[in-house]
């Protein structure tokens, strides 16, 4: 049993480090000076170069990028958890004719690409004047079933008789939802919150359609699209800004881990 034990657990530190290999890589691309990126066969270059993550900031007002991707990802999570929660209510609590349905072709919109919605979508967007806008960002992809989906599940895991009682106390339907749902739902919008925030973070076709003017709303993709040019790659910027874009996502996995955990373990494992 000890020898077994031995060997599963080599074998997953092997995958664990397979799977940890391309970002210590980035990290150790990121901390290379110039010359060396792949210039040498080790790993480590001469010197530890901290000035790459500075200079990453000197080469393009990456900082501008952040705050745009954070304020795009930020407001596109807040509308897809209302969005969602109260359509996930609707189609889990309340009783109405063609309900299934409704809630059948809402999951279809599943199986269409995004790149075939990106031209009705863009003409859609021209037609209302939110081309190169923050709006354009935020609300074409903020409505999907997925979140629905997610919540709808949760939503029927929940007894019944919780909402039975609040209504024989006068209790509305918005006040059932506010104030006995969403507390119960946490978990599974910790793991919507996070799914959705790391999609609008790393989106790169859709902000590069929409977007003209890359330096006052460009996002975090579209900022490391400059460090590729004719003047040759900056592949240590480039490592290095990759670093720094992983920090949101990270701070935010680490703020939601208790409801992420939780969520993942309870969300969808149960419907009436």
Known sequence: MRARSVISHVLLAGVALAFLYPLIFAVATALKPPGETFGSASLVGSSLRWQNFSDVFAYVPFQRYILNGVLVAGAGTVV?????????????????????????????TLMVPQEVLVVPMFLLMQAFGWVDSYQSLIFPWAFTAFGTFLLRQFFRSVPGELREAARIDSAGELR???????????????????FTFITYWNSFLWPLIMINDVTARGTVPLGLQLFFGQNG???????????ISILPTLLLLIALQKHLVKGIATAGLAGR
């Open 176 to 194: 059932i939802f506010v104030r006995i749902m969403l507390p119960l739902a946490r978990p599974a919008l910790g793991v919507l919150a996070v």
């Open 80 to 108: 897809v958890l209302c969005a969602s929660a109260l359509s996930a209510y609707a189609f889990a609590a309340l009783r109405w004719r063609g309900r299934d349905g409704v809630f059948l072709l809402f999951l279809a």
């Open 233 to 243: 790659n900056q592949w240590h910027l480039v490592m290095a800004a990759s670093i």
